[in-house]
């Protein structure tokens, strides 16, 4: 296994000297230097091991078993970006830009600029066009030391899907960012995207990692987000991969004052799902909300690392993850909140509860608060446990099967994260793939007492959600 991992690290420091002049084409001189810097720390780090404490409960030597292929030119597909992703969700109408194999493949225009000023397109483009733009922010919010795997996608990323809105636009449609992965061979992605939101601005973004080939395949994604005083961001993040892909999606929130930011993960499916979220309160009033829920079950197995920094006073945080684990299938939850010194009149809620389906399941949680100031309002708490067996003797006594009620109160358990969704179309969606997910499958059950949307008649029960 050593000798496996070397031999990716060997190849990935070789792809880098190769490709110099290609990975650094549209670079400007600090940029370029943080690409140095970066593969150096993965040089000297590697690959994150068990040995460290924030992946001491996630063996990602499991995912390096082989070896991958790198994609150092943009892919030749012929079709429409539209024809690789389609979003099955009725009414969801969205702006999709789309990233194949970690290259931006929407049409011939690389940039689209908009009458609002709203521009969206290739980060790589906008490293051409919008030098001044790019580096104001471009690497100014990610730290690549977190982690050897930081480190590499900031040395490695070519392109990813860069995203502007000026000070007071608010983006008319729902931006859908979608990264698809179709290859012949078992792929390495290092996939870059860049969303900036100015003054009083306003975004709704759904990002969606989708497979269309079962090819092994590790996707490392970083994302950075500035937003302005009083933008607002409504993020989602939808995770619904094969058992063969690994995906570690890292983003990091910049908040100036008085600005909001809801991001949402729900994560469906996926052999190996790592997700970071790091979110600095920068500015007073900044308020940042941070849901996920995960559903994972076989051998499938998702680590959520959330670290939320109160740099200044008067800023509010709060942390909602929940999961459902079945089989084999094992979860980690890491959250850290720091209140510095200064950040006085903090208001931060931290909670992550489980459900552990079977005795195989496992779950590690470790809900964190680190508190240097006196005039604060924080909280945290974590639970791991089985269905409440009083709720369930409730359901049995009015007439519905063990199984019915077992998931019943397992949706029951999920909905909550699911309603903080705020548009309709998706979040009816996604309560409809909840409740396939929950059967173990994403098909139609007429026997089921969930009636998913494909029936027009619903069954409505009321369920008492203190007892689960």
Known sequence: MEETILTIKESLLSHFRQNRKLLGKADNQRIAGLREEALEYFNEQGFPDIKQEKWRNTDISKVLERSYSFQVEPPQYNTNSEKLFRCEVP?????????????????????NYYENGMIVGSLRAAFEELPELVEK???????????????????????????????????????QMVSVINANEDTMIQLRNLIILGKNSKLTLV?????????????????????????????????????????????????????????????????????????????????????????????????????????VPDCTSSEMFKGILDDHASGVFNGHILVR????????????KNIL??????????????????DVKCSHGATVGQLDQEAMFYLRSRGISYENARMLLMYAFA?????????????????????????????????????????????????DMSRI
């Not at 010194?341 to 992550?352: F, H």
């Not at 005795?359 to 006196?374: N, R, W």
């Not at 909905?415 to 139609?444: P, T």
């Open 415 to 463: 909905a909550e994260v699911v309603n903080k969704i705020s548009i309709e179309s998706l979040r009816n969606r996604i309560d409809d793939l909840v409740k396939k997910r929950l059967r173990g499958e994403l098909s139609i059950c007429d026997q089921c007492v969930l009636h998913c949307n494909a029936s027009e008649q619903r069954a409505m029960f009321k369920i």
């Open 207 to 311: 990002q969606c990692d989708d497979s269309i080939d079962d090819h092994r395949s590790f996707i490392n994604t970083v994302s950075e987000f500035s937003l302005g005083e009083n933008a607002k961001l409504d993020h989602y993040k939808l995770q619904n991969k094969n058992d063969r892909s690994a995906l570690l999606n890292t983003s990091w929130f910049n908040l100036d004052k008085f600005a909001n930011l809801s991001t949402n993960g729900i994560s469906l499916n996926g052999g190996f799902i790592r997700n970071e979220t790091y979110a600095t309160l920068a500015g007073s009033g900044a308020n940042a909300d941070i849901y996920g829920l995960y559903l994972m079950d076989r051998n499938q197995h998702i680590d959520n690392q959330v670290f939320v920094d109160h740099a």
């Open 341 to 352: 010194k200064d950040a006085q009149r903090t208001n931060a809620y931290q909670n992550n």
């Open 137 to 175: 922010h471009y690497g100014r919010y990610a730290d690549f030391k977190v982690h050897g795997l930081a480190a590499l996608n900031t040395a490695l990323a070519m392109d990813g899907i860069f995203i502007y809105l000026p000070d007071n636009v608010v983006a008319e449609k729902t931006l």
């Open 357 to 374: 389906i079977s005795d195989k399941a496992v779950v590690d949680t470790k809900p964190f608060l680190e508190i240097y100031a006196d």
């Open 91 to 111: 009414g969801f109408d969205t702006l999709s830009v789309t990233v194949l194999n970690g290259w931006y493949v929407n049409g011939s225009t690389r940039l």
